[in-house]
């Protein structure tokens, strides 16, 4: 269904790769990528391989076709690889490390459940238009879907005997008629989404497989930002920051603005939590008396009450209740400083979703030189017995590549060869389509972080990214909705009591204002974390970079993907910022693109410039912080007017043509 | 050059296989060059005109593949955001003809709805070794509800007209988009690079 895997092979044979590199690398995640880019950006000539069709791994988004073929491939069985003989390609003195290649362990316990109708209702009035004529097809691939999810639904059955009873009931039923729709007299009618409309719409989705936000002083943003890898993406706040609660999603005041615009918290939680996140910004002896005991016991020592207590432990420092002081404090902290450099909440989203960023990293090596092909394996590393390092690669056309390091995706290694930490950890996802916001509001187009603490004692918390069509990842419409959690059972046992807690998968009934879920998908990924960083057995100038770890944020990969550089180039600097092609002068017919980047002002200067512009902030709002007591009525016009501002100036984005 | 140096900004980017001369069309139309046997351009990511139409000025932000084209993994985040595309393939290769539908399947894929998409034969000097006659061309792209337009980048024959002819389509089609105000679908190019944020925060 993607259109690359159709291209014919005697395209691509036309022409070879190049035989000598610096660097080669497998794989196309995240921190691959950022290690490509920052080898090409310093001159380094690197090849950079997948032997998917797709970019960026298991950090990839597709389309919702896309994503239908991806699940297919997953329930393929690996064929048992061919083992080729290549021993005409080694030289004395060199042995052979056999590449996997195939990724059968990173993703497990796939499932997918369908609750849309599967005809065409004719007599639905709200039904959109043009179905017609993706009918056909939608028919074929949803009878697919519907019956692998009745199946696996049977299986997974037994496992659920915490659940309450009700949930029985909820229980999916795939292939249950569609009934009579109830009559909606006061809520608006919601837009009925077929199955078909969701294949013919399907190229207008982009789902992610990892589920990640940008810290907007992060050190993603940071790289991006020192990079100038920003200028191939764009970004969207994250607008709202939402908490399960007592049975409801509940709004997180969290920037100044918010706790007094709250109107769920009195004056006097106001005031408390003001002070509280004023005072947390600097280290005092009260706190330190707390160091190694629980963060959740500092809080209730601090007089804020139970729904405080429950917005700083579970939604600004997204902690648990275990998590010492010092910890909780930092992550608070992290969060305080990520608010308000771009809007109300610490995060930014990539439009199109978070599988454009390993991309955007990837055109910055090829702008540099690195050479890219995908849909091509690496079979062997060829190993100078002697010194214990990798002289060269074969490919699987059985051409030899010399290069002087290796860096790869740790699937491409047989599992006696990687060090990880055991038992296995593996990450729980759900990626929901539904028909509406968990929290509905004016404008509809929120992206919201909702996070929703342990139903049960000693059960995973589990952090749920809600993206509206403004992301340009989803129909309008629709919401996609993605859970992540650190895996007790499956993915499906893992999540599904929050799935039927927050959302509708059966027929609406009166009084239900749930979000129905459309389309469902449940598995397991291994936890990239759980990958040492060193001690794998492979030659001294091979370097293993993991998959997407649970975090919310991205620290992992880019300390991963840094270390990685500087083990390489300890010489030289980490993605210097490339020049903008703007401030390029070209010199006369060849100009070299040494004297290029030696003749433009870069953006460090901007850089630097905005840490100042950064500080600034801060510091407003540290002053603003101890004027706590100013009207509210003040607080909530200032807010307005500057929410109105910012919607004016969304509209002038970057690619977008200025007004006249 | 400051925001406000221009009354238009579009994103124009090119496709098309390797060797049919993408940025030798490029760099002849913003350097007024052509760079006989030039290598890969190392570390330029799009290059920039501002040209003047009807005395309006269109700042044109020109981005080239970055030899990701060569083994057909050009990243969709090249697509996005895109305003108008340039299909490129070199009329005295049958070969970059014949792909032509491959890289229909990636624009309709990846790139927006509403791009303009023009197909351009480059290497009309080469005309003694023309293999893919124009009338096809002209068949295909009238098929495919494309523009079509000859170019020689080496001789600057059309390479003025055909970037100007797809700025003026693009401003009648901002212009007629203001009118028809429908804003149903969300175009891409809505969210904010990371500097533009940043300026919002100070407000």
């Known amino acids: 269904m993607r259109s690359r895997d159709s291209v014919p092979a005697a395209n691509m044979a036309a022409e070879e790769l190049p035989s000598d590199f610096d660097i080669v690398i497998l794989g196309t995640g995240l921190a691959e990528s950022v290690v490509a880019a920052a080898c090409s950006r310093v001159g380094q000539r690197v090849l950079h391989l997948d032997r998917r069709s797709h970019y960026a791994a298991n950090w990839a988004s597709f389309t919702f076709n896309g994503l239908l073929t991806w699940i297919e491939e997953q329930k393929e069985e690996s064929k048992p690889e061919k083992i080729e003989d290549w021993s005409s390609l080694v030289e004395e003195g060199e042995e052979l490390i056999h590449l996997s290649n195939s990724d059968p362990a990173s993703i497990t316990n796939l499932q997918v459940f369908s609750y849309t109708s599967e005809e065409e209702e004719a007599d639905e009035p709200n039904t959109i238009e043009e179905e017609k004529a993706a009918g056909e097809d939608a028919v074929k691939e949803s009878s697919e879907t519907e019956s692998a999810g009745s199946k696996e639904e049977e299986d997974a059955g037994p496992a659920e005997e915490e659940e309450p009873a009700e949930t029985e009931e909820e229980e999916p039923e795939a292939d249950q008629p569609p009934t009579s729709p109830p009559s909606n007299q006061s809520e608006p009618v919601r837009k009925k989404i077929s199955h078909a409309q969701l294949v013919k719409e399907g190229r207008r989705f982009n789902i992610d497989l990892v589920s990640k936000l940008l810290f907007s002083r992060g050190s993603l943003v940071d790289l991006l930002i020192k990079s100038n890898v920003s200028r191939y993406a764009e970004f969207k706040n994250v607008t709202r920051i939402l908490t399960y609660r007592h049975g409801n999603i509940e709004q997180v005041p969290c920037s100044r603005a918010d706790v007094f615009a709250s109107r769920q918290l009195s004056v006097v939680e106001k005031r408390k939590l003001m002070r509280f996140l004023t005072s947390c910004m600097e280290e005092t002896e009260e706190q330190t008396a707390y160091s190694g005991r629980p963060y959740s016991e500092f809080l209730r020592d601090q007089q804020l009450g139970e729904s405080l207590q429950h917005f700083l432990l579970h939604s600004i420092a997204m902690v648990t209740e275990d998590t010492p002081t010092e910890e909780g404090l930092a992550s608070t902290r992290h969060f305080l400083r990520c608010l308000g450099r771009y809007g109300n909440t610490p995060f930014l989203f990539p439009v199109y979703g978070l599988g454009e960023i390993p991309q955007c990293f990837c055109r910055m090596s090829a702008v540099f030189g690195g050479i890219y092909c995908l849909r091509h394996s690496v079979h062997c590393l060829i190993v100078d017995k002697d010194t214990n390092r990798c002289k060269a690669v074969i490919d699987s056309r059985g051409q030899r590549i010399s290069c002087s390091h290796v860096v790869l995706e740790d699937s491409y290694l047989d599992a006696d060869r990687k060090r990880t930490a055991t038992p296995p950890r593996y990450l729980s996802r759900a990626v929901l389509i539904t028909d509406a916001s968990v929290l509905p509001s004016d404008p509809d187009q929120q992206i919201s972080m909702v996070t929703v603490p342990p139903t049960t004692t000693g059960g995973p918390s589990v952090k749920m990214v809600e993206l509206s069509s403004s992301t340009m990842t989803c129909i309008p419409g629709t919401y996609l909705v993605h859970l992540t959690c650190q895996s007790v059972g499956s993915a499906h046992e893992d999540l599904l009591p929050v799935v039927t807690r927050i959302f509708r998968t059966t027929e609406p009934q009166e009084e239900d204002r749930r979000p129905s879920v459309l389309w469902c998908l449940y598995f397991n990924m291994a936890d990239g974390s759980a990958l040492e960083v060193e001690g794998h057995r492979v030659p001294s100038n091979v370097y293993v970079c993991s998959g997407p770890d649970g975090a919310l944020g991205h620290e992992h990969t880019i300390r991963q993907a840094e270390s990685i550089f500087q083990k390489i180039l300890p010489e030289e600097e980490f993605c210097p910022p490339a020049p903008n092609p703007e401030d390029i002068i070209y010199d006369g017919d060849n100009a070299s693109p040494g004297e290029d980047r030696a003749a433009v002002e870069n953006g460090g200067n901007q850089e630097e410039n905005q840490e100042k512009e950064g500080n600034q902030e801060e510091n407003q709002e540290k002053e603003g912080n101890q004027e706590e007591n100013q009207e509210e009525n003040q607080e909530k016009e200032g807010n307005q007017e500057n929410q109105e501002k910012k919607g004016d100036q969304e509209e002038n984005g970057v690619n977008q043509e200025p007004e006249e | ?203």
């Open chain 2, 1 to 203: 050059m400051s925001m406000e140096d221009y009354d238009y900004l579009f994103k124009i980017v090119l496709i098309g296989n390797a060797g049919v001369g993408k940025t030798c069309l490029v760099r002849r139309f913003t350097q007024g060059l052509f760079p006989p046997g030039q290598g890969a351009t190392i570390g330029v990511d799009f290059m920039i005109k501002t040209v003047e139409i009807n005395g309006e000025k269109v700042k044109l932000q020109i981005w080239d593949t970055a030899g990701q084209e060569r083994f057909r993994s050009i990243t969709q985040s090249y697509y996005r955001s895109a305003n108008a595309l340039i299909l490129t393939y070199d009329i005295t290769c049958e070969d970059s003809f014949r792909c032509l539908p491959e890289w229909l399947k990636e624009i309709e894929q990846y790139a927006n709805n509403q791009v303009v998409t023009i197909l351009v034969g480059n290497k009309i000097d080469l005309v003694d070794k023309r293999e893919v006659l124009r009338q096809r061309a002209e068949d295909f792209a009238q098929a495919q509800s494309m523009l079509y337009l000859e170019t020689s980048a080496k001789e600057s024959d059309n390479v003025e007209k055909l970037f100007l002819d797809l700025a003026c389509e693009l401003i009648r089609e901002a212009k007629q988009n203001k009118l028809d105000n429908n804003d149903t679908a969300p175009m891409p190019g809505e969210g904010k690079t990371i500097s533009y944020l940043n300026c919002c925060s100070l407000n």
